[in-house]
């Protein structure tokens, strides 16, 4: 059984990829000795508010998560009922 496991995890590693390494998108800040993601903290050290050298600068809408987009959609849908309703009522 455990040369058959072995053969399976050797021949499926073939098509798993990789993970990225962490510290892909993160920055170091020397003076607290702690990683940190600037896409967070605008680009700035959360402990003592100090921008590294050579840290990315911040994309705009990097932080903002994906459930943002969702509650906008949903505000948009509502005004639009709510829209389709008036017409309705005032229509008939």
């Known amino acids: 059984m455990n040369r058959f496991r072995s053969a399976v995890s050797r021949f499926s590693g073939r098509f798993r ?7 892909d998108g993160y920055a170091f800040c020397r003076g607290d000795a702690f990683w ?3 896409a967070y903290t605008e680009g700035k050290c ?5 921008a590294p050298a050579g840290a990315p ?15 906008a959609a949903l505000g ?16 008939g």
Not at 57 to 71: C, D, I, K, M, Q
Not at 76 to 91: D, I, K, N, T
Request: charged share 15%.
């Open 17 to 23: 990829t990789p993970p990225p390494e962490r510290r």
């Open 76 to 91: 948009v849908e509502s005004l639009a009922m709510l829209g389709l309703v008036l017409f309705m009522y005032f229509r």
């Open 57 to 71: 600068p911040a994309a705009f809408l990097e932080g903002v998560g994906r459930s943002w987009y969702g509650f």
């Open 46 to 50: 959360p402990l003592c508010g100090i």
């Open 36 to 38: 940190f993601r600037p």
